[in-house]
């Protein structure tokens, strides 16, 4: 399997413009997750889809911020307008409920970065 | 409210050398999941392991191992014989039944810096 695959790998953008990151869970798994890394507040889990469906959002930091899962292989997050504040790693990451749901396998991140 | 303390922020040792990896949590349920996981340069999280708090039992993995203690509320990752491919940030992790096992709540991480 090719894991969990997320695009684009590297954003740069300007305050104000739509965002888009694309996640590729992997086969099988039936939960997908979005996760923010930054330096001042660490891994903060936003929100997590299970059969597609959102679970829980109480992560989203503001309604800039958008999940959607269309299908089981395919999720957007997308952030409009953007931020300079935004700026972060942004990762996709699946598990299946089989495994217990919460070992993750996490995506390689997209690095963004709002001028 | 559940937390986890990684006292730890930079730890350099030489090559060979032991390493632990000290993780402290904190929550309220009885009923919880802790779990390590391994961000090397390439900047992708990779698990390394999951015990539930019904399972005391220390667990070896090759030159890792993990000592799981209750009465301290600590999950401490040791790494025998470090080498430099080592060299990532440690996270550490807690879930949670009340607020869904599926939630990991992650420490601030611990970078490992191995030298030759």
């Known amino acids: 399997d090719a894991g969990v695959i997320q695009s684009p790998r590297h954003e740069v953008t300007e305050m104000g413009q739509e965002v888009t990151l694309r996640c590729k869970p992997i086969?099988?798994?039936?939960?997908l997750f979005w996760y923010r890394q930054t330096m001042m507040r660490g891994l903060e889990l936003l929100i997590y889809f299970n059969n597609n469906v959102p679970i829980d959002d109480s992560g989203m930091p503001e309604d800039r911020f958008s999940a959607k899962m269309p299908n089981a292989s395919f999720s957007t997050l997308k952030i409009q307008p953007s931020e300079p504040r935004d700026s972060a790693v942004y990762f996709c990451?699946?598990?299946?409920?089989?495994?217990?749901?919460?070992?993750?396998?996490f995506g390689a991140g997209s690095r963004l970065t709002v001028l | 409210a559940q937390k986890v303390t990684q006292a730890q922020t930079e730890i350099s040792v030489v090559e060979k050398e032991d390493v632990t990896l000290d993780c402290v949590y904190e929550t309220r349920d009885t009923t919880y999941y802790l779990f390590w996981y391994k961000q090397p340069p390439s900047g992708e999280l990779v698990f390394l392991i999951r015990?539930?708090?019904?399972?005391?039992q220390n667990e070896i993995s090759g030159r890792y191992s993990w000592n799981f203690q209750k009465s301290t509320s600590s999950f401490n990752f040791t790494i025998t014989a470090s080498q430099v491919v080592d060299s990532a940030v440690y996270f550490c992790?807690?879930?949670?039944?009340?607020?869904?096992?599926?939630?990991?709540?992650f420490g601030t991480g611990t970078r490992l810096l191995v030298s030759p």
């Open positions: 015990r539930n708090s019904f399972d005391e």
């Open positions: 086969s099988g798994h039936d939960y």
């Open positions: 990451a699946s598990s299946s409920e089989s495994s217990g749901a919460n070992v993750l396998t």
């Open positions: 992790a807690l879930s949670e039944m009340n607020t869904g096992f599926q939630k990991l709540v």
